[in-house]
T-cell receptor, first 111, second 114 residues
Framework: QKEVEQDPGPLSVPEGAIVSLNCTYS??????FMWYRQYSRKGPELLMY????GNKEDGRFTAQVDKSSKYISLFIRDSQPSDSATYLC???????????FGTGTRLTVIP | EAGVTQSPTHLNKTRGQQATLRCSPI?????VYWYQQALGLGLQFLLW???????NRGNFPPRFSGRQFPNYSSELNVNALELEDSALYLC?????????????FGPGTRLTVL
């Protein structure tokens, strides 16, 4: 079993839709949870991070962590064509130096 | 502030050859990570260097090696190339004093083994 599981998609939505991206994980020691966005032919860029359980909002983006279910989500409201990219979840233990990544979900927002 | 840079952008090699990939971290960052991103497999951790030392390596054979120079730039070497080594190789840097593991990525080197 992989440490981090992520549905690879692809996911296509119309402009303005709410997008839900999800990851599950098996290591209960993970405490830091991150979402990276990767445009085609570019390196990943950090979008959001959360520590332990709870929600975090930044503009149109909301990250949720449910440690009891070992499940994290990224919601994108009012999706835009510029949101079209691959979204990768990543997580690590406290004090650890390795990040464990999901395989990424490819999202296309259709104008 | 300049980001993480990697060279070359693309690299074409034949099976059995050696490849050398280079990475320059963000100024002030002492840690450099290397990842392999193969199609459908996500980012697989390869190597972590900090202060010139190899600190950890992922589940890759010894023909994947590297080093970190005194200016914190890094080099990844892949010997005896195999077809399945074709992938995007990403370098990331981090300021180790950060309280969480935020890594900043470069654009990657696309290695194609023919």
């Amino acid at each position: 079993q992989k440490e981090v599981e992520q549905d690879p998609g692809p996911l296509s939505v119309p402009e303005g839709a709410i997008v839900s991206l999800n990851c599950t994980y098996s290591n209960s020691a993970f405490q830091y949870f991150m979402w990276y966005r990767q445009y085609s032919r570019k390196g990943p860029e950090l979008l959001m991070y959360t520590y332990s359980s709870g929600n975090k909002e930044d503009g149109r983006f909301t990250a949720q962590v449910d440690k009891s279910s070992k499940y994290i989500s990224l919601f994108i409201r009012d999706s835009q064509p510029s949101d079209s990219a691959t979204y990768l979840c990543a997580m690590s233990e406290t004090g650890a130096n390795n990040l464990f990544f999901g395989t990424g979900t490819r999202l296309t927002v259709i104008p | 502030e300049a980001g993480v840079t990697q060279s070359p952008t693309h690299l074409n090699k034949t099976r059995g050859q050696q490849a050398t990939l280079r990475c320059s971290p963000i100024s002030g960052h002492t840690s450099v990570y290397w990842y392999q991103q193969a199609l459908g497999l996500g980012l697989q951790f390869l190597l972590w260097y900090d202060e010139g030392e190899e600190r950890n390596r992922g589940n890759f054979p010894p023909r994947f090696s590297g080093r970190q120079f005194p200016n914190y730039s890094s080099e990844l070497n892949v010997n005896a190339l195999e077809l399945e080594d074709s992938a995007l190789y990403l370098c990331a840097s981090r300021q180790l004093a950060g309280y969480y593991n935020e890594q900043f990525f470069g654009p990657g080197t696309r290695l194609t083994v023919l």
